[in-house]
């Protein structure tokens, strides 16, 4: 049935165009932003996704700024404990060429000064924005390394960097060694010889001239092996409460539990407690063994034992030789801990970025428009457009031909 009042045909025509313009404004639009959610009335579930993994891209940006700025300050701390690190081995070269008697000690002594002052120029410049590593001034540092999200909200994490301590002030002599047989002690120092198959030495552990402190400390080496013990609060409570043990006992009965955790071959290590203080050494192993002690007060800075270097005279140089491997081996392990510190920082700053790029691929995966999809979809409702229009102006003509039907 045909009407002249009810146009079916357009009607369906013109709801056809109005279909085929709403999308070709939709593909526009993506074709002009490049973005197929490019508003939260798109898709709101994916718009919201997209926003929140841009706010984590934002800030693993700033993650990236943290971690370069963390790794430069570390690098300074490196290149700089590596720098005293070879200061020190020029000195321990110095101190074993005064081991001849026929030398000039003096001037040798003079050399070693010099390497002590540039030492602390070394120490005191490495710094980067004001944040120095090796001074003492720091304990540990917090480099910003990342963002934690969980469906509890989001965590920032750090890595941890221990600074080290390379200073040379605030040594405060107390004498608080003792030793007899092939021994040699200037009261903060010694050096003990012990031969193969039975040598035996020993040193005493005393009260010194200055109270014990928490954190005076006590190193040991022997060979290529170090044993230490700390003071603690409670041993100075201990001593000062006049309990049966008193300090230098449990200093001893500390360092001793130590070197036996070392499990060197051969030698064995007494205590009596009828002797307080005192460690006594038996070498029954089959090389020669060396044994230096080197008290450091609480206060001292990692490389305070370098005022005790004294070459001077023979004896002296002998200590100072005991001396300096404690120390060589404290900016050894300073530059060691650096390095490691700076890679896992390094590794770090690799994967935040690739972190970063995965990011930014996801969003792109979640609300960027298919180009190619874009273009076919463009052209196909160009022509739907156009067969569109030629559908209502046909379907318009219709009451125009019942007109025909009454001539």
Known sequence: ???????????????????INASMNKVQAEISTGKSVGSAKDNAA????????????????????????G??????????????????????????AAQEDNVDRAKIQTDIDKLVDQINSVVG?????????????????????SLDRSSTGVVASSISINAQNLSTGDYVANDVFATSGTASTDGDTFVLSLDQGGGTGDFTIADGTNAWLAG????IRIGEKEASYTVTQNDVDAGNASLASTVPDMVAVGLKNAIDSLGIDGLTVNYDSGTPGQLAFVNDGTVDVAVSGQYKNANAGGLGALATIDVSTATNAELALGSIEGMLQTAI????????????????SDFVG???????????????????????????LQVQQQLGIQALSIANQQPQNLLSLFR
């Open 216 to 219: 005076d400390r006590i190193s």
């Open 333 to 348: 392990d300073a530059a060691s801990e650096f390095g490691s510190a700076q890679k896992r920082i390094d590794i770090q």
């Open 46 to 69: 994916v718009w919201a996704i997209s926003k929140v993994m841009e706010s984590d891209v934002k800030g693993f940006k700033g993650i990236s700024d943290s971690l370069s700025l």
């Open 354 to 380: 690739k972190l970063s790029d995965a990011l930014t691929s996801g969003i792109g995966t979640l609300v960027d428009a298919d180009m190619e999809e874009a273009s076919a979809r463009l052209q196909a």
């Open 1 to 19: 049935m045909s009407s002249i009042l009810t146009n079916t045909s357009a009607m369906v025509a013109l709801q056809t165009m109005k279909g």
């Open 125 to 145: 410049a490495a710094q980067f924005n004001g944040l120095n590593l090796v001074d003492g001034s720091q304990s540990t540092v917090d480099i910003l390394s």
């Open 71 to 96: 790794s430069s300050t570390i690098s300074v701390a490196r290149q700089a404990s590596e720098t005293v690190t070879d200061l020190l081995t020029e000195m321990k070269g110095k101190i074993v």
